[in-house]
């Protein structure tokens, strides 16, 4: 059974900042991850997918990496926002027929003004 | 800008009412998913349709859940009777079994006194 994990579990930086965000899972055997985020009481936004034949995607000061093998992912914010503060969730879709996401518990990011 | 969109927003009920939830996917896609938010467990999955057959509903407790698709612009999420622990945010997503993005609806908060 797929295992996501998020690490740390909360994050508060000041504006300005770089930033990593970080993603494990246990099951190599996946067909992609993306990574959503979500404001308080909104829904899920999809910031970046990456296929699992691919290393890396890049979205404005968005940057997520992927390295299967070792079962990790990273999302990498460059000068943060204080627009950027939400919770970060990645989510693994598994290889196989049903290709189903399991997420992650999320982050919880707040950049500070 | 075609979008999911699920309807109540919000929903207070009590304990033993019948609870129904709808999604409208966006037109063209053929994959619905349900997932349900909470604290403690995060996102998990109850459904899973493609075509709107069901494919997989093993996250979804049978006594007192049904998930269906009437149709291909239509999908519920019923819930008889409900439980105070099924209080939750209830989330639908749709894609392409062929694509790889889920795309999530806003939500559904219920409650249940």
């Known amino acids: 059974k797929q295992e996501v994990t998020q690490i740390p579990a909360a994050l508060s930086v000041p504006e300005g900042e770089n930033l990593v965000l970080n993603c494990s899972f246990t099951d190599s055997a996946i067909y992609n991850l993306q990574w959503f985020r979500q404001d308080p009481g909104k829904g899920l936004t999809s910031l970046l997918l990456i296929q699992s034949s691919q290393r890396e995607q890049t979205s404005g000061r968005l940057n997520a990496s992927l390295d299967k093998s070792s079962g990790r992912s990273t999302l990498y914010i460059a000068a943060s926002q204080p627009g950027d503060s939400a919770t970060y969730l990645c989510?693994?879709?598994?290889?196989?027929?049903?290709?189903?996401?399991?997420f992650g518990s999320g982050t919880q990011l707040t950049v500070l003004p | 800008d075609a979008r999911v969109t699920q309807t109540p927003r919000h929903k207070v009920t009590e304990m033993g009412q019948e609870v129904t939830m709808r999604c409208q996917p966006i037109?063209?896609?053929?994959?619905v998913f349900w997932y349900r938010q909470t604290m403690m467990q995060g996102l998990e999955l109850l459904a899973y349709f493609r075509n709107r057959a069901p494919l997989d509903d093993s996250g979804m407790p049978k006594d007192r859940f049904s998930a269906e698709m009437p149709d291909a612009t239509l999908a519920t999420l019923k819930i008889q009777p409900s439980e105070p622990r099924d209080s939750a945010v209830y989330f639908c997503?749709?894609?392409?079994?062929?694509?790889?993005?889920?795309?999530f609806g806003p939500g559904t908060r219920l409650t249940v006194t």
């Open positions: 989510a693994v879709r598994s290889s196989g027929s049903a290709r189903q996401l399991t």
């Open positions: 037109l063209g896609h053929n994959t």
């Open positions: 997503a749709s894609g392409l079994a062929t694509g790889n993005e889920q795309y």
